[in-house]
């Protein structure tokens, strides 16, 4: 059974002095649960800070919102995937629908990130996901295997087992709108059919597909629930920690019992 993997993306917000408050509510709420593997993904300024703040846990990771592909050059304004793992990051979030939409990110370049993210023993967590009018117009599987055709060219079933792909519909991303549990199975099927085409069946069920979009405490069980939905990428609701906590005990399959 792949175990639910669920993370937190601050996106710019959180300073090193709120993100050592988060932590520390954070733990406090999850206690020991341990059947969720959970990823503080904060801005490169705090990741030092969160690192230090987890040292004790075995089970939060630390994840980065974005890096450059080189291991070192000249390219104001870029992190290299070297300097992650000096970091102690261990999860890079690839392709998010902001870096698409407003830094000019293509599949190619994302392609390119996520090959580096291997060599460095990083594992990407892939985003992709349509716009409204893609949906409305028919073109959201069209749209989903061109993404991940063109993000994961040339990633070997190996390093497939190590990535994660994050379903994020576009229209769903800070909205409020959060997609059905039905449309989002359909989406996560769907992708998990194509990275079957493109590896094996034991890859394809290895992979963890998380759903994001308007993720909160009270629609977070049931897009779980569905069987091809790994985890959750949550945006909005990752910046309390109480809330966040939430998602993850409703991750946790003996959560309640
Ligand atoms: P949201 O963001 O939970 O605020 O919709 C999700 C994301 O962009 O990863």
Redesign the pocket.
């Known amino acids: 059974m792949r175990k639910k993997i669920i993370a937190a ?1 601050w ?1 710019m917000h959180m300073t090193q002095s709120e993100s050592e408050a988060f932590i520390t509510t954070f733990l406090r709420e999850i206690g020991d649960l341990d059947e969720v593997e959970i990823v503080i993904v904060p801005p490169f300024t705090a990741i030092p800070k969160v690192t230090e703040l987890l040292t004790q846990t075995q089970n939060i990771k630390v994840g980065a919102q974005n890096m450059h592909w080189e291991r070192s050059g000249a390219f104001t304004g870029e992190i290299s995937p070297a300097m992650l793992r000096e970091l102690f990051v261990r999860y890079v979030v690839l392709g ?3 870096r698409r939409a407003l830094f000019g990110e293509t599949d190619e370049i994302v392609n390119r990130k996520v090959r580096a993210a291997h060599v460095e023993q990083l594992r990407p967590i892939v ?1 992709v996901g349509e716009t409204l009018e893609q949906r409305e117009k028919g073109n959201v599987e069209k749209i989903l295997a061109r993404q991940l055709r063109g993000s994961l060219a040339d990633v070997e079933a190996k390093e497939l087992h190590e990535t994660v792909i ?1 379903y ?1 519909p576009i229209w ?4 409020g709108k959060t997609a059905s549990s039905g449309q989002a199975q359909e989406a996560h099927a769907f992708i998990r059919q194509t990275l079957r085409e493109m590896s094996d069946d034991a890859t394809a069920e290895k992979i963890r597909i998380q759903y ?4 909160k405490p009270d629609n977070a069980r049931e897009l779980m629930s569905q069987p091809d939905i790994d985890g959750a ?6 910046l309390d920690p109480r809330s966040f906590a939430q998602i993850v005990q409703a991750g946790a399959p003996n959560e309640g019992l």
Do not use: F, W
């Open positions: 993306n996106k998010h629908s902001e985003c994050a994020e769903a991303i800070g909205t994001g979009g308007s993720v990428l949550v945006g909005g609701a990752s």
